[in-house]
């Protein structure tokens, strides 16, 4: 894992040139990576970078890869210029699954004596420019090298067979493609087009929808709704990786079909009510994770996404409806920990999560059938959490007042959230959520957003701080963090979905690629 880190950082280090490696993409990638290579020597000596990349062994899948981005100069890769990586799931029963690098050169005749090298008795074209061995194919010209691997083969072909159709492969990507769906796509073009240190284009993401497999403790995860109808394709997403000074910015962005994005924009219309905020505890805020949205929206929006009938099968398989749902919940969850203020020994930080009601008999009906309640007849509205319920372990209580449920790890901790409040007025509550809130966190987008999370890691790092005999070594790296930030599910004005991850640094002054490779010295 960590090899692959120093090589993700080793590429990531660069900004974006020509782009005329893009008509060698194939149309048929389901994800393709591109790294800019221009400013490596601004921000670290070539040397320093490619020297953390492991020395190829002998006979080990990868090895010509690993030596290349190692000894880019000796193998003749121009790094004045940019790369990339793509990868293809084939069809069909002898279809190969492939991964492919694209670089320029500076001087063909390096790559393919580099080449010979690495793979002595490697199967040559005839005329040369093409070569083969081991599910490794590679076709160059005097200023473009393709490097192919076959991950995996649909059905049993010879070993030479599939060398032969990989370099048949590589030839027909170094000869390229005069337009393809990717080039065509408008996202892809703009996204591209940009400063970024990466760009990553890949298909529709499946997270939210492994999440929801977890939680409903389903069998088998069921298969998610594409954004767009069938005869549409696929739908992409565009992720960008910055390495700023001080800070390391990730946007994933994606686009709506028409209409699915108005039926999205009213699902999202729910700001974060500031009424939920003003409840937190006292204490030092560790971090906030926040979902809001309008329940009474989710129906249409499914709709749109033609996934309503699939969606409220597997809740029927739970003994539960989406009708259900609605009526049981307003569509605010908040999740916070909080370090309690101690001038003795230390104290663990507490944990709450609170969710708003709309109709208590709708919700219990929910929690029962899911058995995530144990339901309690205590006047003070407390009781315990089901084992059936995956949190029941670290959140074992709750008590359920005003409309509100609110778990945490004793009933007595949970109380605390109905506290008198020491002032009525929000906005002091409000920037209790700081000092870091908000002079160190955009909080419009966090209210706004429909799932946000917002971590102290230097109010960690203190915490931490207090046990420090079990947390050396965690210790020196949280020192280096200043604040993570999450906001996911932002509808722009061009009607695209962004999620964007930004890690804040301590060291303000130094570019946070070179602070990444000190810490993981």
Not at 7 to 17: G, I, P, Q, W
Not at 380 to 406: E, F, H
Request: a positive charge.
């Amino acid at each position: 894992m960590k090899t692959l880190l120093y090589l993700s950082l080793t590429l990531a280090a660069c900004r974006l040139s020509a782009q005329s490696l893009i008509r060698h993409l194939p149309p048929d990638a389901c994800a393709i990576y591109h790294f800019n290579l221009p400013v490596l020597r601004t921000r670290m000596p070539l040397s320093q970078l490619t020297e953390r990349i492991p020395l190829p062994q002998a006979n080990t899948y990868n090895r010509e890869l690993a030596a290349i981005l190692r000894e880019p100069g000796r193998a003749g890769v121009d790094t004045t210029q940019d790369l990339f990586l793509t990868e293809v799931n084939g069809r069909g029963r002898d279809s190969l699954h492939t991964t492919s690098l694209l670089v320029h050169l500076s001087d063909s005749a390096r790559w393919s004596a580099f080449l010979r090298e690495l793979s002595p008795g490697l199967r040559v074209a005839v005329g040369g420019g093409s070569a083969g061995q081991d599910r490794m194919a590679s076709s160059w010209d005097s200023g473009v090298a393709v490097l192919t691997y076959v991950r995996k083969v649909a059905r049993n072909i010879s070993p030479a067979g599939v060398t032969s159709r990989a370099m048949k492969q590589t030839q027909l990507l170094l000869r390229g493609w005069p337009d393809s769906t990717a080039i065509r796509d408008p996202l892809f073009l703009a996204g591209f087009a940009d400063d970024a240190d990466i760009h990553a284009w890949t298909d529709q993401g499946k997270l939210l929808f492994l999440l929801t497999g977890q939680l409903l403790h389903l069998d088998h995860t069921p298969s998610y709704p594409s954004l767009t109808p069938p005869e549409c394709g696929k739908v992409h997403t565009l992720s960008s990786l910055r390495f700023e000074k001080g800070r390391i910015l990730l946007k994933n962005t994606l686009c709506l079909p028409p209409g699915v994005d108005s039926l999205y924009a009213r699902l999202t219309a729910r700001p974060l009510p500031e009424s939920l905020l003003s409840q937190i505890p006292s204490g030092d805020l560790l971090g906030l994770v926040s979902i809001h949205f309008d329940p009474a929206s989710v129906a249409s929006f499914l709709d749109g996404l033609q996934a309503r009938g699939r969606s409220e099968a597997l809740l029927f398989d739970r003994g539960v409806s989406l009708e259900t749902f609605v009526r049981s919940f307003t569509g605010d969850f908040l999740l916070t920990a909080i370090q309690p203020v101690s001038d003795s020994t230390p104290v663990k930080p507490s944990l709450y999560l609170a969710a708003t009601l709309r109709d208590l008999s709708a919700f219990w009906s929910w929690s029962s059938h899911l058995k995530w309640l144990n339901p309690t007849s205590d006047p003070t509205g407390a009781g315990r959490v089901s084992n059936r319920n995956p949190i029941s372990k670290k959140l074992p209580a709750y008590i359920l007042k005003d409309s509100t449920v609110v778990i945490s790890s004793s009933a007595k901790k949970a109380a605390a959230w109905f506290a008198p409040v020491v002032s009525n007025d929000t906005a002091v509550h409000i920037s209790y959520l700081g000092p870091a809130f908000p002079p160190r966190g955009d909080t419009t987008r966090f209210r706004n957003c429909p799932i946000s999370a917002w971590f102290d890691l230097k109010a960690l790092t203190a915490s931490l701080q207090k046990r420090p005999e079990k947390n050396r070594g965690l210790l020196a790296l949280m020192s280096s963090l200043d604040l993570l930030t999450f906001t996911a599910g932002y509808l722009n004005s061009s009607g695209q979905l962004e999620n964007v991850t930004e890690l804040r640094l301590t060291d303000t002054e130094e570019n946070s690629l070179k602070t990444m490779f000190k810490i993981l010295q």
